[in-house]
Nanobody, 124 residues
Framework: QVQLVESGGGSVQAGGSLRLSCAVS????????MGWFRQAPGKQRESVAA????????LYTDSVKGRFSISRDNAKNTVYLGMNSLKPEDTAVYYC?????????????????WGQGTQVTVSS
């Protein structure tokens, strides 16, 4: 049973930084993708960043390129999302996701496992 537990959300002023963490347990796949989605009020859930564990290939949505960074710590089985230069439009619930395989997808349906979500609020 794959379980994902996020932490690190909170409130910050525009221009500030946060780092989200996601502890992954029960994942015995040889190859898998870890990533982050977000959903703002009244908007569809969107992919933010993804990382392929086998080769550290990363993919970011255009709006966060240069500001956000996805990384992992194998020893801790944890994936991180570093967020810098935060903007009010980054306000959302952020979800950690995992999918088995090597394909890096940006669709909600492409991911089998989801965390409970953590709130990020950026004030102007």
């Amino acid at each position: 049973q794959v379980q994902l537990v996020e932490s690190g959300g909170g409130s910050v002023q525009a221009g500030g930084s946060l780092r989200l963490s996601c502890a992954v347990s029960g994942c015995s796949f040889n190859s898998y993708i870890m990533g982050w989605f977000r959903q703002a009020p009244g908007k569809q859930r969107e992919s933010v960043a993804a990382l392929r564990r086998s080769d550290d290939y990363t993919l970011y949505t255009d709006s966060v390129k240069g500001r956000f960074s996805i990384s992992r710590d194998n020893a801790k089985n944890t994936v991180y999302l570093g967020m810098n230069s935060l903007k009010p439009e980054d306000t959302a619930v952020y979800y950690c996701v995992v999918r088995q395989g090597i394909g890096v997808y940006t669709s909600v349906s492409g991911y089998d496992y989801w965390g409970q979500g953590t709130q990020v609020t950026v004030s102007s």
